[in-house]
């Protein structure tokens, strides 16, 4: 069973401030995505990840990916306000569409 | 740009009552997923379709079922409603499952059982 698990689940910083977020999946995938979710909205799209040391970057957002350490992580780059949000990564195995989410980092930027 | 399209936006029901969700995706795109995702928790795949055709099936309670229309325009449908399906449903198409990269999420529909 394929099994996402981000860290840290709640996320509290200071503007200006930079952090990651982690993701970590059990089996081997083929795609890696990032999600910002704001409460009780739909998913928007940040970030697709498809090969072994894939990095993009969106403004202050910058997403990697090593699939030999099963392991993607955003990162976030002097921290605004308007990112406060709800961050899910997700991913899909060869051959099969279907997304399994992880376990979602709420993150709260504090001015 | 047309987005997905999910109705209605919101919907309350009691315990035991029925329910409808109906997802039109983005013009073109031949897939449709259905996701759930209760109060604090990580969206959850219910079933997905293909061409018309269910293409996956994850953790859909026997009491739901679903279909893909020949105008590609979906619904799922909700019996014996439980507290415990109270949710945010979220509808995401994509065009071509094989080489498409992303799924696009509707705005979602939230179910509130009583």
């Known amino acids: 069973e394929l099994k996402v698990e981000q860290n840290p689940l709640f996320l509290s910083m200071q503007e200006g401030k930079n952090y990651t977020i982690y993701c970590n999946y059990s089996t081997t995938s083929d795609r890696l995505y990032w999600y910002r979710q704001d409460p009780g909205k739909s998913l928007e799209s940040l970030f697709v990840l498809l090969s072994n040391g894939a990095v993009k970057q969106e403004g202050r957002l910058m997403a990697s990916l090593d699939t030999k350490a099963r392991l993607s992580t955003l990162h976030i780059t002097a921290a605004v306000h308007d990112l406060s949000a709800t961050y899910f990564c997700a991913v899909t195995y060869f051959g099969n569409e279907k997304l399994t989410f992880g376990t979602g980092t709420r993150l709260t930027i504090i001015p | 740009a047309a987005g997905v399209i999910q109705s209605p936006r919101h919907l309350i029901k009691e315990k035991r009552e029925t329910a409808t969700l109906k997802c039109y995706p983005i013009?073109?795109?031949?897939?449709v997923y259905w996701y759930q995702q209760g109060p604090g928790q990580d969206p959850q795949f219910l079933i997905s379709f293909y061409e018309k055709m269910q293409s996956d099936k994850g953790s859909i309670p026997d009491r739901f079922s679903a279909q893909q229309f020949s105008d590609y325009h979906s619904e799922l449908n909700m019996s014996s409603l439980e507290l415990g399906d109270s949710a945010l449903y979220f509808c995401a198409s994509s065009l071509d499952r094989v080489v498409a990269y992303e799924q696009y999420f509707g705005p979602g529909t939230r179910l509130t059982v009583t």
């Open positions: 013009p073109r795109h031949d897939t």
